[in-house]
């Protein structure tokens, strides 16, 4: 994971917390957190120690984060972007499928990254409209308003 994908994100939620009163208590959470996904749908091979392995794809990553939701503490699932732009799929339907895989995955928010803008804006306005899902974007300010073009940060 690289830090300066998460930044953003870290950013966000800790300058929210700095702002809460402290509370008297403490609760264990699980964060399952991925990012540069590059729409990756389907598994590949590849080789761990010698072994020809198959990993990845999306319906492996649904199955787990839904598995692991299932594990008495309830995680929160984040994503930090960079779901667009590596397969043919998300270049054929502009970022559009891994919208729909998202839907199916459940995050309880979504980090825009920088490859969400490889097909423009306003395409990405239109995928994102379709997300049933938090989309978060502390950073990014609509030139004409000054305004977030995406709510800047979640409280769960």
Known sequence: ??????????????SLAASLPAADHTAQITILHWNDFHAQNLPFTTTVEGVKVR????????????????TGIGPIALDAGDQFTGTPISSITRGESQI???????????????????YGWPILQADLSQANFPVLACNLLDSATGKPVEQPYLIL
């Open 1 to 14: 994971m690289r830090l300066s994908r998460l930044l953003p994100v870290l950013i966000c939620w800790l």
């Open 55 to 70: 990993v990845g794809g999306a319906a492996y990553l649904a199955g787990l984060v839904d598995s692991l939701r299932r």
């Open 100 to 118: 729909r895989i998202l839907n199916l995955i459940r995050p309880d928010a979504f980090q825009i990254g920088n490859h969400e803008f490889d």
